[in-house]
């Protein structure tokens, strides 16, 4: 029961890190900038519901996406540790990716689809996050991480419906401190899967 509790936490604070409520709530009030109420709250609701669809397919069909192309689960821990240590590194840079600075975007409940779902909610980083958690483990855990995504996708939901409000309390100084915080702690998961990649790498040859 408390390792499922550790592993539960573990993998809250990652999806919690990676997908940052916060900081991509000033990526939908960009690009929602000018819809009336029920034109955001359509985006809001598509672009959080496919999000989940699509980290939940890829956490179902993760192990035989896994022996379709021949992936190491070592292979697979070091290069998305990689890959996520750079969005974290990034993020502590300042560094924005180019679809999140996108101006003057047609205000198109398709926006919900791209760029919002895919790939600020449920991008790479993501992605590899949530496979990171299901390889080689036992149902439960499954479970317990698209329960857990679902949970954050909700979050996600409410933080962006209250947006105006919360940016008007805390302005955009905070939210750019709890970015760079989020972009720390995600650099830090990715050292670990690397870390654990390479240790069942040596265990693997030996």
Do not use: C, W
């Not at 969005?87 to 975007?105: E, H, P, R, W």
Request: proline share 2%.
């Amino acid at each position: 029961m408390d390792n499922l509790i550790t592993f539960s936490i573990a993998v809250f604070t990652a999806f919690f890190a990676i997908t940052n409520p916060i900081s991509n709530m000033t990526v939908f009030l960009s690009l929602t900038q000018g819809a009336d109420k029920k034109t955001k709250h359509d985006i809001n609701r598509r672009s959080n519901f496919i999000a989940f669809i699509i980290v939940a397919v890829f956490v179902l069909l993760g192990k035989y996406i896994f022996e379709l192309f021949n992936i190491s689960i070592p292979a697979f821990k070091i290069t998305g540790g990689i890959l996520i240590f750079f969005i974290g590194f990034d993020m502590l840079q300042s560094k924005i990716s180019n679809v999140k600075t996108i101006d003057n975007v047609d205000i198109d409940e398709n926006i919900a689809v791209s760029p919002l779902a895919i790939p600020i909610l449920a991008g790479p980083g993501t992605i590899v996050t949530a496979m990171n958690f299901v390889a080689n483990v036992e149902t439960i855990h499954i479970i317990l991480v698209i329960s857990i995504f679902g949970l954050m996708s909700l979050l996600t939901y409410f933080t962006f419906r209250l947006s105006d409000i919360i940016v008007k309390i805390f302005g955009n100084n905070v939210i750019s401190v709890i970015g760079k915080i989020m972009g720390l702690i995600i650099a830090i998961i990715g050292t670990g899967m690397i870390i654990q990649g390479i240790k069942l790498s040596f265990n693997l040859i030996t």
